[in-house]
């Protein structure tokens, strides 16, 4: 069988060294970095729709690759996708061709700059294939590595201090993660998600943990979502996002927002409900708690800001929170019933998790591509209060970015509506208070993008606006797939939902809270 997704992750690192000797020469490096980029989303694309009819394996994971790699220690090279992984290949390749596109300014060492963006992609995509932890933390750590220097060298003044936080708060993270992983090979002998997932499902590994290590499981549990709950971020560990999202260059905050921090939920979901659901099912309480506050406390904080990089910062914290608030409403605990509308409950919210993290990848991204082209074209002004008037000079950069932020706000007929909606139907049954009052998030968002659309798309033209440049034809193809697939994703939303849908009911099928 052909290895299709080592090929994949093999790809992007290999240009990322071609990349590397193009030196100087942008448009060298930008095209080394457009054409692997380009294959890598093919290939994406191709696995998906093998998901989706079933191809290669009669299990959930799919193109299985499986060989011993240090036996003694518990390592394998395994990989293998379902729909989850599938579509965060799609969108981790989507993603990073819309951050090589809105990189055409880069002059300073852009052989560099897109050998770190080819590297940070392949750590993606490896990311969302590898099911050995072992294997799977070397990537999750290579994709942290490129984003810092990314960050530091090609970001605003004061990135330095930015990019400091970014990897300090990450990496405190990944030493929870690793030092819980460790625990966990002392008391199993395996690293193996699929035999840990196994193994709690039948309360074995509960057991195994006590007997090696003592009653030490739940704290085992709360260091892997500590892990992951900086990546996301749940509040209170989202400090350092704003200030690295508004310090980053616009392209490395599109592979941030739209990539990166997908990569927490897609922990939360591949390892921390399987393996520690039932721990997590403890905590539900404290951690819906937390979801609720990252819900509507980042739709108010996104509300105070007056810097349109630092607003949609924030409003990415808001809508992250949604698939929190999800997670954790489907970790109930053992003793409540198991029925069908329990399990119709559970299935439509994590339907709504999955498609939230493609539907917002795609959104947040646009609207941090389209931000780059204004602060281009106003030299770097993004105060909200700045603009005013700009759709008389450039009404196809307001309808399109226009586009993207009705997406953001939830409108229907668009991406961002469907995902919220399943999110919403799935968690009221489950945890109605906390649904209650999230919905106030919805209220907030929506009125922060009607306000930066009122803001700086219309009332009066400001004098040094006049010969504001709309969009040019090369700026018009790139910007168009992406807003075709928003509302493609919008009125046909079954295109993904069906293999997701399958996936979620494998998963609901053989988890135990």
Same mark, same amino acid.
């Given at each position: 069988?052909?290895?299709?997704?080592?090929?994949?992750?093999?790809?992007?690192?290999?240009?990322?060294?071609?990349?590397?000797?193009?030196?100087?020469?942008?448009?060298?490096?930008?095209?080394?970095?457009?054409?692997?980029t380009?294959g890598?989303?093919?290939?994406?694309?191709?696995?998906?729709?093998?998901?989706?009819?079933?191809?290669?394996?009669?299990?959930?994971?799919?193109l299985?690759?499986?060989?011993?790699?240090?036996?003694?220690? +518990?390592?394998?090279?395994?990989?293998?996708?379902?729909? *989850? =992984?599938?579509?965060? &290949?799609? %969108? /981790?390749?989507? !993603?990073? @061709?819309?951050?090589?596109?809105?990189?055409r300014?880069?002059?300073?060492?852009?052989?560099?700059?897109?050998?770190?963006?080819?590297?940070?992609?392949?750590?993606?995509?490896g990311?969302?294939?590898a099911?050995?932890?072992?294997?799977?933390?070397?990537?999750?750590?290579?994709s942290?590595?490129?984003?810092?220097?990314?960050?530091?060298?090609w970001?605003?003044?004061?990135?330095?201090?930015?990019?400091?936080?970014?990897?300090?708060?990450?990496?405190?993270?990944?030493?929870?993660?690793?030092?819980?992983?460790?625990?966990?090979?002392?008391?199993?002998?395996?690293?193996?998600?699929?035999?840990?997932?196994?193994?709690?499902?039948? +309360?074995?590994?509960?057991?195994?943990?006590?007997?090696? *290590? =003592?009653?030490?499981? &739940?704290? %085992? /549990?709360?260091? !892997?979502? @500590?892990?992951f709950?900086?990546?996301?971020?749940?509040m209170p560990?989202?400090?350092?996002l704003?200030?690295?999202?508004?310090?980053?260059?616009?392209?490395?905050?599109?592979?941030?927002?739209?990539?990166?921090?997908?990569?927490?939920?897609?922990g939360?979901?591949?390892?921390?409900?399987?393996?520690?659901g039932?721990?997590?099912?403890?905590?539900?309480?404290?951690?819906?708690?937390?979801?609720?506050?990252?819900?509507?406390?980042?739709?108010?904080?996104?509300?105070?800001?007056?810097?349109?990089?630092?607003i949609?910062?924030?409003?990415?914290?808001?809508?992250l929170?949604?698939?929190?608030?999800?997670?954790?409403?489907?970790?109930?605990?053992?003793?409540?019933?198991?029925?069908?509308?329990?399990?119709?409950?559970?299935?439509?919210?994590?339907?709504? !998790?999955?498609l939230?993290m493609f539907?917002?990848?795609?959104?947040?991204?646009?609207?941090?591509?389209?931000?780059?082209?204004?602060?281009?074209?106003?030299?770097?002004?993004?105060?909200?209060?700045?603009?005013?008037?700009?759709?008389?000079?450039?009404?196809?950069?307001?309808?399109?970015?226009?586009?993207?932020?009705?997406?953001?706000?939830?409108?229907?007929?668009?991406?961002?509506?469907?995902?919220?909606?399943l999110?919403?139907?799935?968690?009221?049954p489950?945890?109605?208070?906390?649904?209650?009052?999230?919905?106030?998030?919805?209220?907030?968002?929506?009125?922060?993008?009607?306000t930066?659309?009122?803001?700086?798309?219309?009332?009066?033209?400001?004098?040094?606006?006049?010969?504001?440049?709309d969009?040019?034809?090369?700026?018009?193809?790139s910007?168009a797939? !992406?807003?075709?697939?928003?509302?493609?994703l919008?009125?046909?939303?079954?295109?993904?939902?069906?293999?997701?849908?399958?996936?979620?009911?494998?998963?609901?099928?053989?988890?135990?809270?």
């Amino acid at each position: 069988m052909t290895p299709v997704l080592t090929i994949l992750t093999v790809i992007p690192a290999t240009a990322a060294a071609v990349a590397l000797f193009a030196g100087s020469r942008a448009g060298m490096a930008r095209a080394v970095a457009s054409v692997a980029t380009f294959g890598s989303l093919a290939i994406a694309i191709w696995i998906w729709l093998g998901i989706r009819s079933g191809l290669d394996s009669s299990g959930p994971m799919k193109l299985v690759e499986r060989s011993d790699w240090v036996p003694g220690l +518990g390592i394998e090279y395994h990989l293998g996708v379902d729909g *989850l =992984g599938a579509l965060m &290949l799609i %969108l /981790a390749a989507i !993603v990073s @061709l819309m951050a090589i596109a809105a990189s055409r300014k880069v002059v300073t060492q852009p052989g560099l700059y897109f050998a770190l963006i080819l590297l940070l992609e392949s750590g993606l995509f490896g990311t969302f294939t590898a099911l050995n932890f072992f294997h799977w933390f070397l990537f999750w750590e290579l994709s942290l590595i490129p984003a810092f220097f990314l960050i530091k060298l090609w970001g605003a003044e004061g990135s330095g201090s930015a990019a400091t936080q970014f990897f300090v708060y990450t990496m405190v993270g990944s030493v929870a993660l690793l030092l819980a992983f460790l625990a966990l090979f002392v008391a199993t002998g395996s690293m193996d998600f699929e035999t840990l997932t196994r193994m709690a499902a039948t +309360g074995e590994l509960a057991n195994a943990i006590q007997a090696h *290590l =003592g009653p030490i499981s &739940l704290w %085992l /549990a709360l260091a !892997v979502l @500590l892990g992951f709950a900086v990546k996301v971020p749940l509040m209170p560990f989202h400090t350092w996002l704003p200030a690295t999202y508004s310090k980053a260059p616009a392209p490395v905050t599109m592979l941030l927002t739209g990539a990166m921090s997908k990569m927490g939920v897609y922990g939360l979901l591949r390892l921390a409900l399987p393996i520690f659901g039932h721990q997590l099912a403890q905590v539900r309480t404290p951690l819906l708690v937390l979801a609720t506050l990252t819900v509507v406390a980042g739709a108010w904080a996104a509300a105070a800001q007056k810097d349109l990089k630092r607003i949609f910062a924030y409003s990415s914290v808001n809508h992250l929170g949604y698939c929190l608030l999800a997670i954790f409403a489907v970790a109930l605990p053992a003793t409540a019933n198991v029925d069908a509308p329990r399990i119709l409950s559970q299935t439509a919210a994590l339907d709504g !998790v999955v498609l939230q993290m493609f539907n917002h990848g795609l959104t947040a991204a646009a609207i941090f591509w389209f931000l780059a082209m204004l602060e281009e074209r106003s030299k770097g002004d993004l105060r909200l209060d700045g603009f005013g008037g700009l759709r008389k000079p450039a009404p196809v950069f307001c309808g399109l970015m226009g586009i993207a932020l009705f997406s953001s706000l939830g409108l229907p007929g668009l991406n961002g509506f469907v995902s919220e909606f399943l999110i919403f139907r799935g968690v009221f049954p489950l945890a109605w208070m906390s649904a209650t009052v999230s919905v106030l998030g919805l209220l907030i968002t929506a009125a922060v993008i009607l306000t930066v659309i009122q803001r700086v798309f219309t009332g009066p033209l400001p004098e040094r606006w006049r010969t504001f440049p709309d969009l040019t034809v090369t700026e018009r193809i790139s910007v168009a797939p !992406v807003l075709v697939l928003m509302l493609l994703l919008g009125l046909a939303p079954q295109v993904v939902l069906g293999a997701v849908n399958a996936t979620v009911t494998q998963w609901i099928a053989g988890w135990r809270f």
